[in-house]
């Protein structure tokens, strides 16, 4: 059985509605919990539950100190091409964006790799949009190649493949693989993906199982918070991952849910989350899965960063560029959209270690692969 057959016959707007009900009654039984159900997730994330977001924030810390230390893993993306053949509507590399396009050659990625070397990072997040002929499956295998004797460790954000290429993938050296459903709505998905691969909505929603199945370690998931409901997206994401877990108990999970930024094409979001229920989700995450990893970006404030450390997140990204070839050529107009905190590697260190938090540049080595 597939993740899609175990949500094919659930309504939205009644998983809404669920949430909505929850009362105070559910979200104490919740928080007296050490294994938490959907449903008590669900108890998490429902209005019934923002009395409690002192109490949540101290669950989700200790949790975190108990599972992982006091540490916090710094990566660093690195954009390989913004050629796309999707129509993702919120998207600053949409298709019909008027915007120059660029994939990096050999050399290209080499100076990329020199420069973000020289800033201190082992740990690379290689990103492209969805281009078969500009940057399918050879190309991104070959950018792995590269990068290999260079970080520790190498993950994907890239378009959904197939098992056999993922497997190639695996064999090249990638480590993790990072796959937002974006939304889980699928009677809206086609109103955010209009056109293109992207547009299939059950052929995204499996890749987390083929990359399980194709072995490699760790798996990424996540939705974009600005699309759709945000406490219906939390849910849903909150039961892909206890399907994944329990039946690719072998892989990792890292969760991400990125508040939608300003891009070219000016898409404003149908729905806002407000600091204080970013941080009513993340807690109620790190209640329900004390193992999953949970990394936060450069499109949050500066200051929003800062106060998460100590609650919760286990990996954040810093000095990045969204445009390809950025670290060693800037260039505005290549970008996929605005990050927020522009802060360097060094300063969000010494920020961390303020914080009495001790940074890591990787968690995986070559020797493992
Ligand atoms: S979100 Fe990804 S797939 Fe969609 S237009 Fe942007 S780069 Fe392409």
Not at 94 to 102: G, L, M, P, S, V
Not at 164 to 186: F, L
Not at 196 to 208: E, I, V
Not at 311 to 337: I, N
Request: proline residues 4%; glycine residues 6%.
């Amino acid at each position: 059985m597939e993740f899609y057959d175990t949500i094919h016959d659930l309504v939205w707007d009644d998983v809404t509605r669920s949430i909505y009900e929850k009362t105070d009654t559910d979200v104490r039984r919740a928080l007296s919990r050490e294994m938490l159900t959907v449903e008590d997730f669900k108890a998490l994330i429902s209005p019934a539950a923002e009395p409690y977001l002192e109490q949540m924030a101290q669950l989700s810390r200790h949790y975190t100190q108990q599972r992982f230390g006091k540490v916090i893993l710094l990566y660093i993306p690195m954009y390989l091409s913004n050629e796309c053949s999707n129509h993702c509507i919120y998207c600053g590399f949409n298709h019909n964006n008027d915007i120059a396009r660029k994939t990096l050659t050999d050399e290209e990625i080499m100076e990329e790799i020199k420069v973000i070397k020289s800033m201190g990072y082992d740990n690379v997040l290689l990103l492209t949009g969805e281009h078969p002929r500009a940057a399918g499956a050879n190309y991104i295998e070959h950018a792995i190649r590269l990068c290999r004797d260079h970080f520790a460790a190498i993950n994907l954000e890239v378009y959904p493949m197939k098992v056999e290429e993922y497997r190639r993938m695996n064999e090249a050296g990638c480590n993790s693989v990072y796959i937002y459903q974006e939304t889980y709505n699928e009677n809206r998905y086609k109103v955010y993906h209009p056109k293109g691969m992207k547009s299939n909505y059950k052929w995204r929603l499996g890749t987390p199982e083929r990359v399980a199945q194709a072995g490699i370690h760790r798996v990424g998931m996540g939705a974009l918070i600005g699309l759709e409901e945000w406490r219906t997206e939390m849910a849903y994401l909150a039961m892909h991952l206890k399907f994944m877990t329990k039946n690719y108990w072998k892989t990792k999970y890292s969760l991400s849910f990125p508040r939608m930024r300003p891009a070219a094409g000016g898409y404003q979001p149908n729905f806002l989350m407000s600091e204080r229920q970013f941080a009513q989700a993340l807690w109620a995450f790190r209640i329900f899965d004390h193992d999953v990893e949970i990394s936060m970006s450069t499109r949050e404030t500066s200051n929003m960063r800062d106060h998460f450390i100590t609650l919760g997140v286990t990996s954040v990204s810093a000095g990045s560029h969204t445009d390809p070839g950025g670290y060693a050529h800037p260039d505005r107009e290549l970008e996929q959209f605005h990050i927020n905190d522009d802060r360097s590697p060094q300063a969000m260190e010494a920020m961390i270690r303020a914080q009495g938090y001790d940074v890591i540049y990787k968690d995986w080595d070559k020797t493992l692969r």
